[in-house]
């Protein structure tokens, strides 16, 4: 054979025979590691453990925001009740139908929220634990007052209440004179007040003393007294304007 013969078969040979077969995939180096071989065991043996575990978290979220008052919307004004005997949780809803239809949204979030926190003291022989309770709920009227929380406040005696505290605002709003513990033109009974106290508040259903007594919420009600509380400094409630207009409605009928 000619030698030019044998460089015409080498020139017909494919510049590269590997070339026609198919190109092998890409070895993925983290397919085959250790580390990824014993998560994915892991995950197979424990991934229920850690659904449940988020699953609880979001339940104890939920309890905590509600609680804390996190998921709810905020109320436009809050009212404070200070007696010798809590009232029965059908009064206080009816209290806050009662609120809630002659207010306004104040802070705009398209709902009227009324809020009312009860403060209990005075209560006659109390025993160790109505004695801790009252000492308790003091403890968190200071606090409601230090924060100005409520502006509003709905008392069984204003007189001891104006005494003590000397809280509730003259009939122009401002603070009484340091000599000045009357409760005149400063508190309105229920009663003398057609706003709240022409309206039907329904009936009220609790254990007292280990008796279910039942009876009328505006009659549970009538004996009460409103006023309105005073600042001393420029610490306010919110909408204390908005408030006070509330308050010219509910004492003056304006």
Known sequence: ????????????????????????????????????????????????????GIVL????????????GLWQKAPDFQVAYVGKQI??????????????????????DGEVIVQINQYIYGTPNPDAETAY????????????ISSADSYFFLMDEPEHFQLEYQLLASPDGSCPDESDFSIDGKAIAWADCPALSGMELGTYSATILGVEETGSNQELLSGLYLGRRCF?????TDYADECGRLWDYLFRGQ
């Open 133 to 144: 309770y009252e000492y308790a709920s003091e403890t968190s009227l200071i606090g409601d």
């Open 57 to 68: 978290l979001a339940i104890l979220c939920h309890i905590a925001g509600n609680a804390l």
């Open 1 to 52: 054979m000619r030698i030019g013969n044998l460089e015409d078969m080498e020139k017909q040979k494919p510049a590269n025979p590997a070339s026609t077969e198919a190109p092998e995939a890409p070895y993925d180096v983290r397919a085959d590691s250790p580390r990824r071989k014993k998560f994915k065991n892991w995950w197979y043996y424990y991934k229920w453990y850690v659904i449940a």
């Open 87 to 108: 009232l029965p949780q059908d009064t206080i809803s009816a209290l806050e139908q009662a609120f809630t239809s002659v207010a306004e949204d104040f802070n705009k």
């Open 232 to 236: 001393y400094t420029d610490k306010t």
